[in-house]
């Protein structure tokens, strides 16, 4: 009986390694994630009852030990050197210069890969087991962060064979991950973390793994150290068996000379947005180990790899004052208008300031110098206050006691970070986001109906909330200024279409607080007419699995309110659709299709493009595997698209894009 058991739970591990590979290693599943769930829910509850079997490297002990009081140092078994720095081609052309003078050799064939911009880790591996992860430290003496390693799913615990290894690595938290993190901190009133970099390093330095565990971590590995019983000539062989025996490896390429090391560079400089972590460089690397070995290293890095750097991202400024906004639940949020700079080939005149909290946590002051930082496509942000560059003059901030816009009185709830105004139902600020938000893409998609023309409309008092734009007659258009016949029968009628939107959109528009997109489509799968929604209880609500309380009792207050119920009613005269139909299946002509993106669309942005394909029922991912069905090719595309050349998935110009979707 108990060899069945043993021989079942060894079944069972080895077949969720396996899927554990093909999902967070090689991102190309090939079971679904419930059927994922009950195979880890088998070997769970298999453990549970025979706890004589559970071993340090079962995937069901990823998460485990109690909470630290301080981390134990490492020594390391070879010092970690950091990389010389270069900043131009002309470095990199010296870089390759020195090497062929000191090798006296005229073949050197050269590996670039992504600098990514995390803490880099050391994970030694014993017969095969994960059995220690340390950090750099001072490079001689790190610390020891086992467990918190042991939660990254892309580290493999068992490796496919039983060798002694020792492996570098980057630890860092993916673009979409840190967004998503730092949008939870700001909700629960946490204070939010700078960059990607410093919310890692943050993460990994928690001394309850069960905190680290909560955090997207991921690893990427870049360099072998040793192994047992292989042989190795070279960094690409090595690559390549970390991977075979079941690790993520970092992006490379072979150059045969420095010019095709310099290209790359340069590609990257231009394309390092779309990638789905941040890098700050590349790295080259000499590919012969023996090669390695002549050129040895200074007291400070090696001989044989240079760091890429690119230009910074960040700048410093001065702050000439701080604007307060509302948001359309009545969030004042503070902004910092700054003397403009050029950053990474834009200007930057604003940046976010988020919250009181993170103005008294960062000590930023109106006249201070700061360091400002851009990073994709967020909005710019104040790393910090220079504070050397202090003279006195510069002012404290004092966040408004009252409504900037209507003069309504601003609470801040316990435990929230930030402040509101709570004249909910009649500040204009609010109502105006709240239309706003009602008409946008992602809510009931009124083309024709934006900012300008929403605040002519309050203006003129022809709406007052957003039910109001159901009523609005073409003499009401057309009275006002700057507006034709024809535009306005355009308006009009964007806005009967729009009546027709399934009901997650309306769900959404409707500007729930905490109900994004995600929470409204869940509902309504649950949910199909609003007035089912709308008689739910807290309870009823929170049986679904991702609404939790915060959510429940905020759709409950939202319905509770008379004015909300008003404006609903007036929605429902009006004729829009409030129950879920048939009609939305026959529409999704994409359905269980996986769609990549890579370069950039003349017609679409990324998010538009996105939008399209999931209305349509199908899939986007942001990599290239067996599993894509088409890869979307825009203008300069990146390494996706050799991915799919070498895969063999189908690429799609934008043109043959626009066809499949049907014009949209
Ligand atoms: P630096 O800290 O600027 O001296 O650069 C060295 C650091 O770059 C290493 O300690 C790693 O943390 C990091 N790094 C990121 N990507 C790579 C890579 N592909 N190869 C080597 N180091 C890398
Ligand atoms: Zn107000």
Redesign the pocket.
Known sequence: MEADVASKIKDLREKIRYHENRYYVLDDPVISDQEFDSLIQELTELEEHHPDLITPDSPTQRVGGKPLDSFKKVRHSEQ?L??A?AFSREELIDFSRRIYRQLDESEVVFIV????????AILKYENGLFVQGAT?GNGIIGEDITANIKTIKTVPLKLSEEVDLEV?G?IYIGKEDFSRLNARRLENGESTFANPRNAAAGSVRQLDPAIAAARPLSLLT??LVNVTGQTVETHFEALQLLQDLGFKV?WHQKCRDIEEAAVLCQEWTEKRDELPYEIDGM?I?INNLSQREELGATAK?PRW?L?Y?FPAKQKTTVVKYIVVSVGRTGALTPTAVLEPVEIDGSTVSRATLHNEDEIRKKDVRIGDHVLVQKAGDVIPEVVKVIKDKRTGEEQEFVMPHVCPECGGEVAREDGEAVSRCTNVTGCPAQIREGILHFVSRNAMNIEGVGPALIDQLLENDLIFDYADLYYLQKDDLVSLERMAEKSASNVLEAIEDSKERPLFRLVFALGIRHVGEGAARVLTEKYYSLDELRSASEEELMELEEIGPTIAESIRNFFNEPHNQQVIDKLKEAGVKMEEDGQEQTEKKLAGKVFVFTGSLDGYTRNQAKEIVLEMGGEVTSSVSNNTDYVVVGEKPGSKLDKANKLGVKTLSEAKFKELVGNK
């Open positions: 970690m950091s990389l720095n890969e992504h600098k990514i911009d995390g803490l880099s750099r570098r980057e870049y360099s970092n790295v690397k890095s790899a760091a750097k």
